[in-house]
């Protein structure tokens, strides 16, 4: 890989709540490189959003970022303050939400919000902020775009209105762009279309994406490399195409073997049995082991980042072996046996 445009390096968040300290990040380290889209999974609770608020530095109290680094293009985020933090945001690095309307303002014209948006960074006449606009309009696929500028949020359609929010993030031509969720509660045909368009522009413009998803379908039609979250730590990180043929941590074989063949993109996953734990009391050693079906002695130990062929890594003592050629279906039927 070229030299990563984003670098996250052992970032930890804990927030400070009544039942003590919630480590919802606890030692993630990922990086992604120019064009290139990445894919963060794991179950609900396991760290995705709260790594991607993270990194935009958007953590409120009871939050902190309580150690590591983001390094965008070398620079380190978490060391930087308000306005400081405000002149990348958006201009160096933006964030697209699974609602819209956290972007959208329902009062104002996307014109309006959009014209904003450029001269928030760039001192250009609202003409030429205008003209951008529209042009990042169309860059998304939004037929029509001079109409949709005049146009109220209400008026557009669910996937219009994300399109408008993904042009948004887009106006800057930032080095990445940190999606959560954005297609989830859109229908599969127009989660397609846009997850094409963001693989055009990713290959066409350079931007790098941090796809936060469930659903892992869709990390295997968009993303070129993964990162599979479980209890705010990464347990496996590789090549998408790989870590789906052949998964080393048995969390992402269960996740994997959790799909049913007639998934469709969009529906929700089905989960592995048993229970996510909870953050505010986490088994010693590894948080996954009363869940895995490989679990043994050693596993009330910290596991270790294991290094595989091609980058690959698991967080595991004892992780499947590629050749093993484990059936997934004998995977799944031994996690139903275990719980
Ligand atoms: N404001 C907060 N105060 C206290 N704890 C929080 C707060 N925000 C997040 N957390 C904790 O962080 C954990 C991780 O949350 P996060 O939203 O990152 O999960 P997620 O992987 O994005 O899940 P989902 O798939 O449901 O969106 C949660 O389980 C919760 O315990
Ligand atoms: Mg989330």
């Not at 939050?63 to 965008?72: D, F, K, S, Y």
């Not at 697209?96 to 956290?102: E, I, W």
């Not at 790989?242 to 048995?250: F, L, M, Y």
């Amino acid at each position: 890989m070229s030299e990563p445009v984003l670098r996250v390096k052992d970032l930890r968040t804990e927030f400070a709540v009544r039942a003590g300290i919630v480590k919802a990040v606890d030692g993630v380290t990922f990086e992604v490189g120019r064009g290139r889209i990445l894919g963060l999974v794991g179950e609900s609770g396991s760290g995705k959003s709260v790594t991607g608020y993270s990194i935009l530095g958007l953590i409120e109290l009871p939050g902190r970022i309580a150690g590591g680094e983001v390094l965008l293009n070398g620079v380190d985020l978490t060391k930087l303050k308000g306005e400081q933090i405000r002149r990348v945001r958006g201009a160096q690095i933006a964030m697209v939400f699974q609602d819209p309307m956290m972007t959208l303002n329902p009062v104002l014209k996307v014109s309006t919000q959009m014209i904003a948006a450029v001269r928030a960074h760039d001192n250009v006449s609202r003409k030429v902020a205008r003209s951008r606009a529209r042009d990042a309009l169309a860059t998304v696929g939004i037929p029509s775009p001079e109409e949709r500028l005049d146009a109220y949020p209400h008026q557009l359609s669910g996937g219009m209105r994300q399109r408008v929010a993904i042009a948004i993030a887009l106006l800057h031509k930032p080095a990445v762009i940190i999606a959560d969720e954005p297609t989830t509660a859109l229908d599969v045909s127009i989660q397609g279309q846009i997850l094409a368009e963001v693989r055009r522009l990713a290959d066409e413009t350079g931007t790098a994406f941090v796809w936060v998803t469930h659903d892992l379908a869709v990390v295997s039609s968009l993303a070129d490399d993964i990162c599979v979250m479980y209890a705010g730590r990464v347990v496996e990180t590789g090549a998408a195409a790989d870590v789906i043929a052949s998964p080393r941590h048995p969390y992402t074989a269960g996740l994997l073997a959790s799909v049913p063949a007639e998934h469709e993109p969009g529906e929700r996953l089905p989960q592995v049995p048993g229970s996510a734990p909870s953050l505010a009391n986490l088994p010693p050693g590894c948080a996954f082991a009363p869940r895995c079906f490989k679990a043994g002695p050693a596993c009330n130990t910290t596991p270790p980042v294991q290094h595989f062929e091609d980058g690959r890594t698991a967080l595991c003592h004892y992780p499947i072996e590629p050749d093993s050629c484990q059936p997934l279906s004998s995977t799944s039927t031994t996690y139903q046996n275990a719980s």
